[in-house]
């Protein structure tokens, strides 16, 4: 790849072999520029998540934070995930005031399938509400329907 280029210098009637300064910095950059490549492919696969069929709306989205969002997850069995992790019902406010915390943000996203009871729901977004959890996100997805007059 690189090769190092030898100046001949002749000083006081003999030549001196010096080593060329010069850095050949191509070989860097192709390995940068594959490297940025991985990464913008790779980027979008990191946030999947739990899969689940949101609901449309026509909402617009809530400005992003400095640190990682607290999800709370229902997916359409109807079992609940915080952070990816599976948490009964008698333990879900305790774990998530665990969480918060150790946390500088008190908001919690949460993110339920459309095939979920409205109820179900409700009842969860309750107990958040009665453990003194009152900031709660409710995440959909865009281009639902306007409820314009």
């Known amino acids: 790849m690189g090769t190092s280029v030898v100046k001949r210098v002749r000083a006081k009637g003999r ?12 070989p860097f950059v192709d390995v940068m520029l594959v490297l940025l490549i991985i990464f913008m492919v790779a980027a979008p696969l990191m946030t ?11 909402a617009n989205a809530v400005p992003t934070e400095q640190e ?10 109807g079992s609940m995930l915080v952070m990816e992790q599976p948490v009964e019902d008698s333990q879900l406010v305790a774990r998530l005031r665990a969480i918060l915390a150790e946390r500088q943000s008190a908001r919690v996203f949460l993110r339920a399938d459309g095939s979920i009871p409205y109820a179900r729901v409700v009842q969860i977004m309750g107990a958040l509400n009665a453990a003194g959890i009152t900031d709660i996100v409710l995440v959909t997805e865009t281009g639902g329907p306007r409820m314009d007059g």
């Open 15 to 26: 030549r001196r072999n010096l080593p060329m300064s010069e850095i050949n910095v191509t």
């Open 48 to 58: 999947a998540g739990v899969p689940l069929n949101l609901p449309q709306t026509a």
């Open 68 to 77: 990682e969002p607290l999800v709370l997850s229902i997916p359409a069995q």
